[in-house]
């Protein structure tokens, strides 16, 4: 079959483009596995068209991907065996940027870290739409799942503005303003003129994104993160209501607001998990140890401010209104602050505080990097935590890529009601699954709006060929996760690719609806079958 394939796409793409050793694309941190053919890795968009036209002929089933850093979702693995793999990631060019405008038009493979350079070395000054998964994760991979981000545009895809992408049927799509009025208007005005259809290709499997154009938020004269320590477990259900007031007043200046856990936060402190033995989790007397040692609190509230800095001054006044109250600690930092603190930290004497200079150090350290990922930089800070169940912590000098190190993590990611009552019992539920299969319940909910929360919890297994494997015990957490937390209304933004049968009902009009959709332009069913299960 491999021959077969490789004679056929031969006739469009050079012998780099046609990739028979697939191993790596096999690799992935849930522990999957699919049968993938080959993998082809154009060099021109144009060459897609021909690919599609090939596949259609005869039957071959392909699955694009972007980067293939889709960690804790299944990485580059495509929803159903026997597929092609088209990797995306040399389509990185950066093909139109509006200094004036702020927009920009980019090819699926360009990455967080690329964009950044792009915009350094020309000193154009716009935020990148950071995520945690850090610099070798695609721009496009993520707004097309719908994914959200730290800086002012939170919501990707909000972002959107126009897309070209080739139908499974083999025509090519384009937003309806780019042919009647041209370029300009298609990549100012997100709405377009008629039906909106731009929505349909996220999160589907109706065709193969080539370019798209999105919006960059120009990088304001001054970014400060507040930092809020929540020092009463009681205090959760005030915090709710506070957060919510404090987005509500602040709309346009606060970015997105996280709300974490002291086990969240001890996991980037600390190896704290790894020294578990994977049937029991750390109690709460332990945790509240633990916390003591390192100075973390119950709860730890992030967020940060995008103005000016005499609006900045106003709103960390209304901040400490809203937020500081007792039992809490509110702390104000920029970049340069942050810097100095550090700075003086460095040249007190180890005579007397190596102690304490070693323990601050790591703790500015990690507050830098995060204030960075707020001013539009793209950082590994959050990729260790892939590694907390690995006897082996990542290089952070070179590049991280936990599916390639079979790091074993799922994420789980559901969207909560900023209600107080309803965060309060979607903890007692995540503490008590994730305690029932030995999962350390590491609980994060970051703001997508004044009214909703998605919370993250990465389920964390040891699956190296000398330890026990904790694969099966893992997936089971996610499934009861899954199921219980539908029964209480709590529900993922997206899925993994083993997951995605388990949202469709074909009894509703909406999944009838867009398998018709999919019927039409992709007759053929070549992309991507399976995923979010659109046959």
Same mark, same amino acid.
């Not at 031969?10 to 191993?23: A, M, Q």
């Not at 065996?81 to 200094?99: G, R, Y």
């Not at 940060?304 to 960390?316: C, H, T, V």
């Given at each position: ?42 060099? #021109? ?32 693995? @495509? &929803? ?100 009647? &009025? ?37 990088? @304001? ?41 002291? #086990? ?73 602050? &942050? #810097? ?54 990542? +290089? ?6 936990? &599916?390639? +190190? ?124 399976? #995923?979010?299960?659109?046959?």
């Amino acid at each position: 079959m491999k021959l077969k394939l490789q004679r056929l796409f031969s006739e469009i793409l050079t012998e780099d483009e046609i990739i028979c050793d697939i191993e790596k694309y096999k690799r992935n941190t849930i522990n999957l596995k699919r049968d993938i053919l080959i993998c082809l890795r154009p060099t #021109r968009k144009e060459k897609v068209v021909s690919i599609v036209k090939i596949a259609n002929e005869h039957n071959i089933k392909l699955s694009p991907i972007s980067s293939g850093n889709n960690w804790g979702y299944g990485s580059s693995l @495509p &929803a159903t065996n026997d597929n092609v793999i088209l990797d995306l990631s040399l389509l990185n060019s950066i093909i139109e940027f509006n200094e004036d405008l702020g927009f920009i038009r980019i090819g699926p493979g360009l990455t967080q870290g690329q964009l950044y350079k792009y915009l350094e070395d020309n000193n154009h000054n716009y935020l990148v739409p950071t995520t945690g998964a850090g610099p070798t994760c695609s721009i496009l991979g993520n707004l097309l799942e719908r994914g959200y981000g730290p800086t002012p545009h939170q919501d990707h895809f909000a972002s959107l503005h126009s897309i070209e992408a080739v139908l499974g049927n083999g025509k090519i799509y384009k937003s309806p303003l780019r042919k009647i &009025a041209g370029n300009m208007l298609d990549n100012i005005f997100r709405g377009g003129i008629g039906p909106y259809l731009d929505g349909i290709f996220t999160q589907s499997n109706y065709a193969i994104v080539t370019e798209a154009t999105i919006s960059l938020v120009k990088r @304001p004269e001054e970014v400060e993160v507040f930092v809020l320590e929540l020092h009463d477990k009681d205090d959760l259900q005030n915090i709710v209501k506070d957060i919510r007031s404090l987005i509500t007043q602040l709309g346009g200046i606060v970015g997105a607001v996280n709300l974490m856990n002291n #086990r969240r936060v001890l996991s980037m402190q600390t190896a704290y998990v790894s020294e578990s033995d994977g049937k029991n989790i750390l109690t709460d007397l332990e945790i509240q140890e633990l916390a003591k040692k390192e100075g973390v609190c119950e709860w730890t509230v992030i967020g940060s401010f995008y103005k000016n800095k005499e609006i900045n001054k106003a709103s960390r006044k209304l901040t400490q209104r809203i937020l500081k109250k007792k039992n809490r600690k509110l702390h104000f930092f920029t970049d340069r602050k &942050a #810097r100095l603190i550090r700075k003086f930290v460095s040249i007190l004497p180890d005579l007397f505080f190596k102690k304490f200079k070693s323990k601050f150090n790591g703790l500015l350290n990690n507050l830098i990097k995060l204030i960075e990922i707020f001013n539009g930089k793209p950082s590994k800070l959050a990729l260790p935590l892939c590694y907390l169940k690995k006897s082996e912590t990542p +290089d952070m000098n070179g590049e991280i890529n936990p &599916a390639q +190190d079979e790091c074993g993590l799922i994420w789980y990611s559901p969207l909560v009601p900023m209600i107080p009552e309803k965060i309060s019992e979607y903890v007692s539920f995540v503490e008590k699954v994730c305690g029932k299969y030995g999962i350390e319940p590491l609980i994060t909910f970051t703001s997508v709006s004044e009214k909703c929360f998605d919370s993250t919890v990465p389920i964390l297994f040891k699956r190296d060929k000398s330890e026990v494997d904790e694969t099966a015990k893992a997936h089971s957490c996610y499934d009861e996760l899954l199921e219980e937390g539908k029964k209480l209304g709590f529900y993922p933004y997206r899925m993994g690719i083993n997951h995605m049968s388990s949202v469709v009902d074909m009894e509703d009009t909406f999944w009838q609806l867009g398998s018709d959709i999919k019927s039409i332009i992709d007759p053929n069913e070549i992309i991507s079958p399976g #995923r979010y299960s659109l046959k």
